[in-house]
């Protein structure tokens, strides 16, 4: 059974209603953000958790991916041992940290259509991280988090789990990224790829990578998109 990778953005906070770069800033969830991961569990999450023969659960540290983790597991399987990765957190906003979208558009509109209008992956916030930094980063992340059960190579006496899925938890940029670094997407490929929507999740399925190192397991793993913004 290949492993079921799903990647779920954070709900609604007051920030994003109000259009403004939130990157590291720690923003929390409003009351609709809870409303929308409670939603997702409804939707589809919680068939897909209950059914996981073995389940990791990793998060941003950042208040508003923590507490979307949290209802959503506490929701659909009751107590599972959540981790906390700053790796997964949202690209560093640099100058953009705080500003309102129409604010960043009208200072740097050259760079705001790159990161936003036309989005290319060795964009990014100005004095900040670029999508593909970022991107490069979560996948790392998340490949140190795959136990070597789950990699065809395993070592003597594991058993490979029918149905085990990693969870992540993380933002809109740095997984939009990651999802397109998977497919390979570059230029208008990824340009054409639809925003990551509040407490939506983009779901692979597929084989970890064996051997080399744990960082790679993700990266050089081989995958099959299954769903987006769902």
Do not use: K
């Amino acid at each position: 059974m290949p492993v079921r990778l799903i990647l779920l953005r954070h709900g609604e906070t007051d920030w994003n209603a109000e259009d403004r770069y939130q990157g590291r800033t720690d923003v929390d969830l409003n009351a609709t953000g809870q409303r929308q991961a409670r939603a997702a569990v409804a939707r589809f999450l919680a068939g897909a958790l209950e059914d996981a023969d073995e389940l990791v659960a990793v998060a941003s540290p950042l208040t508003r991916a923590r507490r979307t983790a949290e209802i959503v597991l506490e929701a659909a399987v009751g107590d599972v041992e959540l981790t906390l990765d700053p790796d997964l957190m949202e690209l560093y906003g640099g100058d953009w940290e705080g500003l309102r979208l129409a604010e960043i558009a009208e200072r740097w509109p050259a760079e705001h259509e790159a990161w936003r209008g036309t989005p290319d992956l060795d964009a990014g916030p100005v004095a900040g991280e670029t999508l593909r930094a970022g991107g490069q980063r979560v996948l790392a992340a998340l490949g140190e988090h795959v136990p070597p059960a789950w990699t065809p190579a395993r070592g003597a006496g594991e058993r490979a789990p029918q149905t085990p899925v990693l969870l992540a938890v993380a933002h809109g940029g740095v997984l939009r990224s990651a999802v397109g670094q998977l497919l390979g997407a570059e230029g208008e490929d990824f340009a054409a790829l639809e925003r990551i929507e509040n407490a939506r999740a983009v779901v692979f399925e597929g084989d970890c990578a064996a051997g080399g190192s744990a960082s790679r397991r993700i990266v050089d793993g081989c995958w099959q998109l299954r769903g987006y913004n769902v």
